[in-house]
């Protein structure tokens, strides 16, 4: 078990902790401030406790060569500034003496955001495409040793680091996994924590009947997902392009729709696993096809095959239906992946009933981030739901029984 921030005297110590600010922009103005709230609760409860502290983030996807306007975090430190009651200053990086010169100026109840860590090419430490071999190999080791640097640095700005960016717990970066080694106290915040609790606990001693839904693109995406629900789930719904791999498999012809043929004779034997650990896979009985892969395209529902041009864009109306029924009877849900395009309106509705389907459900309901964590919210129903989670692909890699760097290099209890 790890160490969570209740465990930690923090009186009188700076504490430095990751959070995942990278909130949507349109011409410097963020869109959608939820990840900057979903960090609250572990801000004010360090802040409550008489500590003084630097916060740490990403934003989008810099050239890792310095500064750059657009991915500056001096929005986030605004919008923060008018969330919380303390003084929020914006350091003009997130390393170097000047950096360690206004940390160790923070008083209790003060807060310093670090400029993005990802203006340095330390953080992510990933080598340049096209090299081979020796150059490879040093390029590297070079980098390794620069983000050990950079972790170092960083823990140096603290007594204590706290990670409370589940969704850069996947990665190990300089400022999610190795400053902790660095560092002498770490704990995990409030908001991993309740990723933790959720995805973990919650799955691991769900009420039964318990209903996984699983969709995207691409069975490749989900591949271990699956195999790590069957036998712990009573059913799995699968819908989104990844159903027709499966449908082509059991030689359902599918037109055009997206599908992966090395890995039919993979989704027979999931099947056939299923089967016998007693896990039920429904897939869809019936598709709304398309022509074209458009808003103004001709489109069919069929529980048949057919053929080019047309291409599966969402679960049909009978789908939905079975689809809802099995979920109205759960008791312990959990949804990763949307069941067709919902991003385009003729395409959104097997999305959006399996979403208000979950809305009016009493059983517990965990959205597993990504695209079914934006299609709860483009429906509004994210106050429905008993968790939404803040990582994609973090929940994904957890539900994969893969250990997260983030995670992993914080202090046990």
Known sequence: MKKTLRDLELSSKRVIMRADFNVPLKNGTITDDAR?????????????????????????????????????????????????????????????????????????????????????????AKAEKG??????????????????????ELAALADVYVNDAFGTAHRAHASTSIIAKFATESAVGFLIEKELKFLGDTIENAEKPFVAIIGGAKISGKLEVLKSLIGKVDTILIGGGMAYTFQKAQGRSIGGSIHEDDLMPTSLEILAEAKAKG??????????????????????????????????????????????????????????????????????????????????????????????????????????????????GASLEFLEGKILPGVDAVQDV
């Open 131 to 152: 090299l081979e071999g020796d150059a490879k190999a040093a390029r590297k080791a070079e980098l390794a040793a620069a983000q050990e640097a950079m972790g170092r």
């Open 279 to 392: 896990t039920e896979i429904l897939l869809p009985i019936d598709t709304v096809i398309a022509d074209d892969f458009s808003v103004d395209a001709n489109t069919q529902i069929t529980g048949g095959g057919y053929d080019k041009p047309w291409e599966g864009l969402d679960i049909g109306p009978e789908a939905t239906k079975h689809f809802c029924a099995a979920i109205s009877a759960a008791k312990t849900v959990i949804w990763n992946g949307p069941m067709g395009c919902f991003e385009m309106e003729p395409f959104s509705h097997g999305t959006n009933a399996v979403a208000q389907a979950l809305a009016d459900s009493d059983a517990i309901s965990i959205i597993g981030g990504g695209d079914s964590a934006a299609a709860v919210r483009q429906a509004g129903l994210v106050d429905a739901m008993s968790h939404v989670s803040t990582g994609g």
């Open 36 to 124: 900057i709230c979903g960090a609250l609760p572990s801000i004010q409860h360090i802040l409550d406790q008489g500590a003084s502290l630097i916060l740490m983030s990403h934003l989008g996807r810099p050239a890792e060569t310095g500064f750059e306007a657009k991915f500056s975090l001096k929005p986030v430190a605004e919008r923060l500034a008018e969330l919380v009651d303390a003084p929020v200053t914006l350091a003009g990086d997130c390393i170097g003496d000047d950096v360690a010169a206004q940390a160790a100026a923070l008083q209790p109840g003060e807060i310093l955001i670090l400029e993005n860590t990802r203006f340095h090419k330390a953080e992510q």
